[in-house]
């Protein structure tokens, strides 16, 4: 399970960003009972329904907070839960580990009546500065997995509404230091981006190494001052919502 590798130090790192909760809530409606699949450490479990978290890793398990929702070990693909049981399922930012992520979203559909879904589209992941001037190796990782586009077809989405990122976002999604490029020279930063962590760690290096230069001569700010005077950008992350939404 590599996030029983990745997903050391996931906690720190991957910090729950309000304005997202906000929006996964909006989608989650009504649902009092919510099985949170590919649960991690239940960033975005709401309050005050009932959770079940579904996790394959005890890494990822062992970093969920005291008093958080209870977790089973097991995989999207096969979840160890009967027809419709729950008002509601949500997966966030974890379809594109999924080993067979049709065979996942079907599961979604037989245990829960409504679906919310967070992805991205893995075309504009591709496309930020980072990899494309930097470490271009990261998008054959990234094309090569589900986009957002291929999720909502697949769950025949009612829904698909665009979360830009943020200047100060709080959760450390790969894209999320869009206009701190300093932090990707943090390597507590990389570790808990899992497009990083899976790139080969040579390629990595040596883009880090020319972002480190052209942060001193200011080459970067140059040629990204227009990205400096946004307050939020469009990475691709899409929430997908179906079924009695
Ligand atoms: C980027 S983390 C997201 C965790 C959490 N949903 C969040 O938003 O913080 C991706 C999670 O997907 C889990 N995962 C990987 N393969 C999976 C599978 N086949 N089924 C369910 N979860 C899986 C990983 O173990 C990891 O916890």
Request: one cysteine or more; glycine letters at 8%; charged letters at 25%.
């Amino acid at each position: 399970m590599i996030y029983d590798e990745i997903g050391t130090g996931y906690a720190l790192g991957r910090r729950t960003d309000p304005r997202w909760m906000k929006a996964i809530v909006a989608a989650l409606g009504d649902a009092r009972s919510i099985v949170d699949v590919g649960a991690g450490t239940g960033s975005y479990e709401p309050a005050g329904r009932t959770v079940l978290a579904v996790e394959p890793s005890g890494e990822m398990i062992r970093q969920r907070p005291h008093g958080a929702a209870p977790a089973v070990r097991a995989v999207a693909e096969a979840l160890p839960i009967g027809d419709n049981t729950f008002d509601a399922a949500l997966a966030v930012l974890t379809v594109h580990h999924w080993t067979d992520w049709r065979r996942g979203l079907a599961e979604l559909r037989r245990t829960a009546p409504r679906r919310v879904v967070l992805a991205y589209d893995t075309q504009l992941h591709a496309e930020f500065w980072f990899v494309r001037e930097y470490v271009p190796e990261i998008a054959d990782l990234e094309l090569g997995r589900p986009s957002a586009p291929d999720i909502a077809n697949e769950l025949g989405a009612d829904s698909v509404t665009p979360l830009p990122l943020p200047w100060d976002f709080t959760d450390g999604v790969f894209p999320a230091y869009w206009r701190r490029p300093a932090a990707y020279l943090d390597p507590r930063v990389r570790r808990s981006c899992s497009a990083l962590a899976q790139t080969d760690p040579d390629a990595v290096e040596r883009g880090v190494r020319r972002l480190r230069e052209d942060l001193e001569t200011g080459r970067w700010h140059d040629n990204h001052r227009d990205l400096l005077e946004l307050g939020h950008w469009d990475a691709g992350f899409r929430l997908i919502c179906s079924g009695a939404c």
